[in-house]
């Protein structure tokens, strides 16, 4: 079946970076549409992230417009998210998501981030 699985949070200090890689498998991932969303304490989740099929097309929260960058590898079935110049304000869970036409969408389990001193 379907299955996304995200790494690569973990505890980083203000200013830091990480790399997140959320892997696919059971589907198409070429065909999807893939995006990052963050799950703050106490907050709902939102999108802060998206790419296009063939990566060509990206789009940022305003939020992380700039610090973060995100990419995709179709051979690994794998997409990234660079996280540069991290603050506390991106502590959260991040999720993977894919999406097509006429189908139904997938979610990974979620990573934890956690920006701290």
């Known amino acids: 079946q379907a299955q996304l699985v995200e790494s690569g949070g973990g505890l980083v200090q203000p200013g830091g970076s990480l790399t997140l890689s959320c892997e696919a498998s059971g589907f198409p991932f070429s065909y999807y549409d893939m995006s990052w969303y963050r799950q703050a304490p106490g907050k709902k989740r939102e999108l802060i992230a998206h790419?296009?099929?063939?990566?060509?097309?990206?789009n940022y929260a305003d939020s992380v417009k700039g610090r973060f960058t995100i990419s995709r590898d179709n051979d690994k079935n794998t997409v990234y998210l660079r996280m540069n110049s991290l603050n506390p304000e991106d502590t959260g869970v991040y999720y993977c998501?894919?999406?097509?036409?006429?189908?139904?969408?997938?979610w990974g389990q979620g990573t934890q981030v956690t920006v701290s001193s």
């Open positions: 998501y894919a999406q097509s036409e006429d189908v139904p969408p997938h």
């Open positions: 790419i296009s099929t063939s990566g060509a097309i990206t």
